[in-house]
């Protein structure tokens, strides 16, 4: 049986030949410490039970356009399944042919989120579920219209009523927020080569990706995407070393500040979790960025104030793509079909 070694220079000069199983064990611990698998079980959700009726209504809804007013838009359009969680748009297009302000983050593994959004309005997917359904940029429509649209429905009547035991009226502008973060909830990713390597399978990832693995703790990437989602636990200005230029960070969007209107949390954005990455071009809250590699040296000059030499970046962008997991398989629903009571859609280019 042939051993295999790696060369360490030791600050003394004294040259070791260490064996290569132990480089890894040495790794996998350190990142066991800094990064969690996704479960292979959905997680539980607060104040909200996730029960299979609420899960096959959340799924209706998520896909039914009539939640927004022209009866174009739903949330599988802006976080599309089949996509990445996302619509792989610099920024998504709303109503009226608007073009929203932000990138559009990923739905998958968003459960695992501190909190939602770019800048973390939304304390969870229930709220978050709301407000592009209200904003004039995306669905455009009010709580009010929601309810009578779906109260005209007798099939959601029949699910709500379902999903919703024991509510003198289910059909509520908060309990379809509440079904669709059921569904998000299952939205989940597990079984990604990196979580393989986290369960002790060292062979998953080749050298180059555990050197991108080595690098990416090392530089201190790790430090803001660490934990289940690589990211999303905690809030970090957008150059904290350097501020990018600004065609990847606008000026007019500083972040939680619009917020907290905290001044030191001027261009402060949730980190972004790396969870099925090379799926999700273009990158950053504003979509400015395609090439993930670019991406990754950007990051390296902003936040650690180095630049990454083309085999790091492309060391750490292999690590990354080892971050794909199992996509979710959704089968599309058939939903119910409207009648004379149903709101008619609102056009979106007036005549």
Not at 234 to 243: L, S
Not at 320 to 339: A, C, D, F, H, S
């Amino acid at each position: 049986m042939t051993s295999h070694f790696k060369t360490v220079l030791l600050a003394t000069g004294i040259v070791l030949m260490l064996p290569q199983v132990a480089i890894c064990n040495e790794l996998l611990e350190e990142a066991a410490d800094t990064f969690e698998p996704i479960p292979s079980v959905v997680p539980a959700v607060k104040d909200n039970a996730v029960t299979g009726e609420k899960v096959e209504l959340g799924k209706m809804l998520f896909f039914d356009p009539r939640l927004s007013s022209s009866a174009l838009i739903s949330c599988n359009t802006c976080h599309n399944l089949g996509m990445g969680g996302d619509d792989n748009l610099e920024t998504s297009i709303g109503h009226g042919w608007q073009k929203g302000p932000r990138n559009a983050p990923t739905v998958l593994n968003a459960v695992f989120n501190i909190a939602q959004f770019w800048d973390g309005r939304a304390e969870d997917l229930k709220a978050q579920a709301k407000g592009p359904i209200q904003a004039g940029v995306e669905m455009a429509n009010t709580p009010k219209q929601v309810e009578i649209t779906l109260n005209s429905l007798p099939e959601y009547v029949e699910r709500f009523t379902d999903a919703f035991p024991g509510d003198e009226a289910p059909v509520t502008f908060d309990n379809m927020a509440k079904a669709i973060e059921a569904f998000e909830a299952t939205l989940i990713t597990p079984h990604s080569r990196f979580d393989q390597f986290l369960a002790g399978n060292t062979k998953v990832m080749d050298a180059e990706e555990q050197e991108g693995l080595r690098l990416f703790m090392d530089k201190g990437c790790s430090a803001c995407h660490a934990g289940v989602n690589l990211g999303g636990e905690g809030y970090y200005p957008f150059g904290v070393v350097e501020q990018p230029g600004a065609e990847i960070l606008p000026v007019g969007d500083k972040g939680r500040f619009a917020v907290t209107e905290t001044a030191d949390e001027e261009y402060v954005f949730r980190a972004a979790p790396l969870r099925n990455i090379e799926l999700t071009a273009p990158y950053f809250h504003s979509g400015k960025v395609w090439n993930l590699e670019q991406a990754v040296a950007i990051m390296g000059t902003s936040q650690l104030g180095e630049d990454l030499s083309d085999g790091e970046v492309k060391a750490i962008t292999a690590f990354l793509k080892t971050l794909t997991g199992e996509q979710p398989r959704v089968v599309y629903p058939i939903l119910p079909v409207e009648n004379e009571n149903t709101p008619r859609p609102e056009l979106m280019i007036a005549k």
